[in-house]
């Protein structure tokens, strides 16, 4: 049997093409039949006081994509403007391929993956961050 699996634990709630799932006493799974379902971990999401930085801003951006509340058409400018200022703003070998990704990510329209990889790259721009503010 093919789909996606989401394995919930007691009380996670879980934004499926656009409905609020909770799961209720225990921990359960869910298999999502239907393919490029757009669905968002509630635990994952960014808020939107919360993203302040140019890589959460973006995130944040592909993450109302992913959860279906911002139609693909209206978030595809702003997301490859967001990807190119990121391209030029990281220097490190490493995060130039993580910028990479993302962005033939975004131009092909895979948003989820884009948002996974986002993940990372939001923790690289904290370290970083966090030594421009330690010096």
Same mark, same amino acid.
């Given at each position: ?21 909770e ?12 393919p ?13 006081? !919360?993203?302040? $930085?140019?890589? @959460?801003? *973006? &995130? ?8 279906? #509340? =911002?139609? /693909?058409?209206?978030?595809?400018? !702003?997301?490859? $403007?967001?990807? @190119?200022? *990121? &391209? ?8 130039? #391929? =993580?910028? /990479? ?35």
């Amino acid at each position: 049997m093919s789909g996606l699996l989401l394995k919930l634990r007691a009380g996670e709630r879980v934004l499926v093409a656009g409905a609020l799932l909770e799961s209720v006493g225990r921990p359960s799974r869910l298999r999502v039949m239907t393919p490029d379902t757009p669905i968002l971990r509630l635990r994952d999401a960014i808020d939107p006081t !919360e993203a302040t $930085t140019p890589v @959460s801003r *973006l &995130a944040h951006l592909v993450q109302m994509v992913v959860a279906g #509340i =911002l139609p /693909e058409s209206d978030a595809r400018e !702003e997301c490859h $403007t967001a990807i @190119s200022a *990121l &391209a030029s703003a990281f220097v490190d070998p490493g995060d130039r #391929i =993580l910028v /990479e990704r993302i962005s033939a990510d975004l131009f092909a329209g895979r948003y989820y993956p884009a948002l996974r990889r986002l993940v990372d790259l939001r923790q690289r721009e904290a370290a970083i961050l966090a030594l421009a503010k330690a010096s």
